[in-house]
């Protein structure tokens, strides 16, 4: 008897039709990288993945990380054998010593000759005869016991699956730069953006000496947890004291969070330009600070030259602390460094922008000069 890993794929996979393959060997493609430097073997079986591995909770660590993975589970192969599934199953019982239980039959391999619920009805029987006082439970029984009829038949318990990642496969649906501060939201919203199968770039604004090598260490981290999730993460440094310097001495002090905001898209769209990056992506949530206004958002839109991809748009602050915590991030954010959005925070920012104005006000500095010289000097760190 063999433990392997049974990897689930999510079931919107299932609904690509013709499109499916692609799909599935991007996901197949993505567990291969992601399970390097492991001794393994990945075994595909109708709809289902099973990887053998020398080291099987380390694998499993990895592979419940990769998006398009809904679960994993740790699973006893056995041949395809009435016998050999009956008493595996008691053992499964037996370990986890329940007042009530029930199987569930999967029988993908139509040569087993008994059907999903014969097999589940057989194996019940088996298990209540060898151990006195248990009681079948069809409805949330304490010991669920899943038993998978392939090739070779894999049995488990409710206790060895372990929630994946979810969502799509990463890489599948085109590229984003997301602009990373130090902050909880931008970590969560390029997660989300990364879950949805798009390829994650960041960008981070630093202002030195206003903000120290600390805030930026601490961006750094928040990428490096990121790439855990991602093949790697690409964090482009940008130095953006000269634009604020030149923004603050050029323009109206309610104006200035507004006029940052655009020079950065300004900045994030010339990043995506000339490494062929098809979007941005913000973690603004509507209304959470004075710039994330409808107007606000609006404003800053002016800026880009392509499409801008705001997953937390809707969400709540209690929310994405949640997702935060969840994904590893939030310790990280939380760190008393900060960046350059908020340092030179006016008294009475502009809530309310319009176009026009903005345009006007922002017309007294060379912006195409500031944009450029930014890229030009942007430093570029990898972490995979």
């Not at 679960?71 to 007042?99: F, G, H, S, Y």
């Not at 994946?164 to 989300?192: H, K, R």
């Not at 260490?217 to 790439?227: E, H, T, W």
């Not at 490494?275 to 913000?282: E, K, N, P, R």
């Amino acid at each position: 008897m063999n433990k392997l890993i049974l990897v689930k794929y999510a079931s919107e996979i299932f609904l690509k039709g013709l499109n499916r393959n692609k799909f599935e060997k991007k996901l197949r493609d993505n567990i291969k990288k992601k399970l390097k430097g492991i001794n393994y073997e990945l075994i595909s079986d109708q709809g289902r993945y099973f990887i053998k591995a020398d080291d099987i909770e380390e694998a499993t660590e990895r592979v419940r990380k990769v998006f398009g993975v809904a679960e994993v589970c740790i699973v006893t192969e056995v041949p395809r054998d009435m016998q050999a599934i009956k008493e595996e199953a008691l053992k499964k019982v037996k370990d986890a010593n329940p007042k009530n239980f029930k199987i569930e039959t999967n029988r993908a391999n139509k040569v087993f000759p008994k059907n999903s619920l014969e097999t589940s009805k057989e194996v019940g029987a088996y298990v209540v005869y060898h151990m006195d006082g248990l009681e079948v439970k069809v409805k949330n029984p304490e010991c669920l016991v899943n038993i998978e009829i392939r090739e070779n038949a894999y049995i488990y318990t409710t206790k060895d699956k372990i929630k994946g990642a979810g969502g799509l496969p990463y890489g599948i649906n085109g590229s984003t730069m997301l602009m990373l501060s130090g902050g909880i939201d931008s970590p969560v919203a390029g997660y989300l953006m990364a879950r949805r199968g798009v390829e994650l770039h960041c960008v981070y604004y630093h202002s030195h000496p206003y903000t120290s090598e600390r805030a930026k260490d601490k961006v750094k981290d928040l990428a490096k947890i990121l790439s855990t999730y991602t093949e790697k993460v690409k964090l482009h440094i940008v130095p953006f004291t000269e634009i604020q310097m030149a923004i603050i001495n050029g323009c109206r002090e309610d104006e200035l969070t507004i006029i940052m905001r655009r020079f950065m898209m300004r900045v994030a769209c010339g990043l995506a330009e000339k490494y062929g990056i098809q979007s941005v992506a913000t973690g603004e949530s509507i209304g959470q600070v004075a710039s994330q206004t409808m107007e606000g958002l609006m404003v800053s839109n002016d800026c880009a030259d392509r499409p801008v991809f705001r997953p937390l748009i809707a969400m709540d602050k209690t929310d994405i602390m949640d997702i935060a915590r969840g994904i590893g991030t939030y310790e990280t954010s939380i760190l008393p460094y900060e960046d350059c959005c908020t340092i030179f925070v006016p008294k009475h920012p502009k809530t309310k922008p319009r176009v026009e104005s903005i345009r006007e006000s922002e017309s007294v500095l060379n912006i195409d000069e500031l944009v450029n010289k930014a890229i030009e000097e942007t430093e570029v760190v990898i972490f995979q």
